[in-house]
């Protein structure tokens, strides 16, 4: 095994995978930013490293200094966690060329699912279905409209290389798509260093469900079942929960299938996720890849009893899975909450000094948690905050230890979006399942 | 006179407008960029720009000034 890892991240994510390196014995080496200095993630570490200014462009996606520090630690791998580096084919190409294992799939599979469009046409050729749209960019707003008239609104006005909620808009009228198209391709430009665009057709009534996968050098390609991830709030997810409650167990299968398949026709390696949105009628559809670990990965290794970040370490140091398809199944529910630092009503972030944490505690709840008391969250990163994982016997169960949970989880000094995420866990709704990607939308946004 | 605060803490990503412009109500006067979010800021009464206190790039707290405008 890795004798020493890198982690080119911050917050809960470094925390987490710090955890894992070190009941394996793995020497850990973080990384921060002058904004991090206080962060408990640079005292965990057996070592810390400043890389720079708060910005992340400044330090985190600083490619040259991370890279520096890890050859001036000797650090034999690095695990770049989600977000920031995790999905950028020249640092994993880079630290390849210094003779540094990149804890995640090769160059090759970051660039196939890197762009949507791409990505589109991997998966319809792989024969997994995709959501009808444009098979090409789009230039510009008139050529939106064009065929946006021809499929009818609404439609999806999507960035071929967008993430996390950003460049993607529905749009209902021309009037909106001109609009729409220049600032989504500006905002486009501006994040990721690509304004392409295409369209989707609007999946009706759609749930958001993904398959993890785990793949190995070896050709060896299994699935952790999946994840339903509706509630969202400007496209990001809000609440997760595994196994899904949309899906019947045909369903279940076909996708996981579907996800091997897709894996395979990239020669995937180490952990990726497939997300697909799913109608009612139990029609499935590739949304897109994420070749990393993913933010909700919890509740998955809640359900199995796999450790993900163990995986995905053996696997990188060329490993066989040790784990057989036959090996896994569901055991018992698990929700996942992300604790934001923002307004529950407006979303607006909420950055300041967290004047006193109080968290539940419970054999069933689990923490990945990025700040502490007396601990100033900036406005330079994502407002994830903390993550509540709580798990139950079913479904139910997990619903009214999720709701326990959250009336003992006090954040002081700055807003959070507890209320939220109150409301969503007692609401009939959810309980039922009824976890529209427009759950917020329909069932708690419309009653204040 | 009218003072234009910020709501949240946060960097200044645009300056929209430039001091002497006439502007609207609920026209975009800067835009803020805090937590991966940006958040633009409108002016709640019309009138002239008469002094902008930030510069693209500076990092306001909730409640400072961002323009007088009359």
Redesign the interface.
Known sequence: MFKSVLIANRGEIARRIIKTCKRLNIRTIAVYSEADQDSPHVHEADEAHLIGPPRVSDSYLNVDKVIEVAKETKAEAIHPGYGLLSENTDFSKRIQDEGITFIGPDPYAIEQMGSKLTARKTMDQAGVPIIPGTQDAIANAEEAIDYANKIGYPVMLKASHGG?G?GMQIVNSDEELTKAFESNAR?AEQFFGNGTMFIEKVIEHAHHVEIQLLADHHGNVIHLFDRECSVQR?HQKVIEEAPSPLLTEETRERMADAAIKAAKAIDYKNAGTIEFLVDEDQNFYFLEMNTRLQVEHPVTEKITGVDLVEQQLNVAYGKVLSIKQEDLMINGHSIEARIY??DPKTF?????TITDLKLPEGDHIRHDVAVKANYQVT?????MIAKLIVTGDTRLDAIEKMKDALDGYHVEGIKTNIPLLKDVVVSEAFKEGHTRTSFIQDHILINQ | MNQLVANMAGNVWKVVVSEGDQVNSGDDIVILESMKMEIPIAAEAGGSIKELKVNEGDFVNEGDVIAIIE
């Open positions: 996390g950003i905002r400007r630092a923002e607006f972030p909420s950055p300041g406005p330079y990163y994502d407002p």
